[in-house]
C-alpha cells in the first residue's frame, strides 16, 4: 500500500507550530446511528478518530456523493473531522444542511494513526525535488520535531530563524521515526509536499 502523501504550509520568516497527523495502514470503523441535516455536518458514530483525523462516510445514501464510493474508501473519500463529543464528529467543509433525513445504517472510516509510542525520535527530510540536494533535516534530537503520544500528533515546531533559510517554493519532504536501536520507519511519501509562502511584509 503507497504510504500517505502530505501537505504541509509554512511561511518564510515565520515561526510555526503545525500538528502532522501519522496515519497507519490499518482501519477503523465504527457503526453510524445518526446523520445531523446540519451546517456543518454531524454524524454519531460508536466511535471516533482524534480530533482533526481524516475520515470517510460509507454506506450512507443520505449524504449522496459524499459517501466513499470505494472499498477501502480512496484518500480523495478521507475529509479533516473535529471532535464534538465521544460519539459525534463534525465535517467542516460539508454542509449537510439539504440532506435527506438518515435512516439506518453506514459507517465511519479512518486510517488508524500510527502508535508514537513504539518511537524515540524522528527526522524530517526537505529537498528542492525528489532526489535533489537536502535543503534541511530537522530532528527530534535538534527540537524542530516533538513526539506527543498523547495527542497522537507529531509536531513540526520552527521558529523564523528556520523557515528564513527557505526559498518560497513549493517542496518535498519525507518523514522516518526512529525506535529504540536506531531502526527508521519511513512514514510518509517521499515526494509528500512542503509549500513555502513568501514572507509577509509590513510597512
Known amino acids: 500500500m503507497a504510504l500517505q502523501k502530505l501537505t504541509l504550509t509554512i511561511r518564510k520568516g515565520s515561526a510555526e507550530d503545525i500538528p502532522i497527523r501519522l496515519e497507519s495502514e490499518a482501519w477503523s470503523y465504527a457503526s453510524i446511528s445518526a446523520v445531523a441535516q446540519s451546517a456543518p455536518l454531524r454524524i454519531t458514530a460508536s466511535a471516533v478518530p482524534p480530533d482533526g483525523w481524516r475520515a470517510a462516510i460509507m454506506n450512507v445514501k443520505a449524504v449522496g456523493d459524499f459517501a466513499a464510493q470505494s472499498n477501502p474508501p480512496k484518500d480523495s473519500d478521507l475529509r479533516s473531522v473535529a471532535v464534538v463529543d465521544p460519539t459525534t464528529v463534525e465535517f467542516n467543509a460539508i454542509n449537510g444542511a439539504a440532506f435527506r433525513a438518515h435512516t439506518s445504517g453506514g459507517q465511519l472510516a479512518w486510517r488508524t494513526p500510527v502508535d508514537l509510542n513504539l518511537y524515540v525520535g524522528a527526522r524530517m ?66 515526494d509528500s509536499t512542503l509549500i513555502v509562502l513568501d514572507e509577509t511584509t509590513t510597512e
Open 125 to 190: 527530510n526537505v529537498r528542492e525535488k525528489v532526489g535533489g540536494p537536502l535543503v534541511a533535516n530537522w530532528t527530534t534530537d535538534t527540537n524542530e520535531l516533538e513526539i506527543d503520544v498523547a495527542n497522537r500528533v507529531l509536531w513540526l515546531r520552527l521558529d523564523d530563524s528556520a523557515t528564513e533559510l527557505l526559498t518560497a517554493k513549493n517542496k518535498v519532504f519525507d518523514i522516518e521515526l526512529i525506535r529504540t536501536g536506531g531502526n527508521a520507519d519511513r512514514v510518509c511519501a517521499h
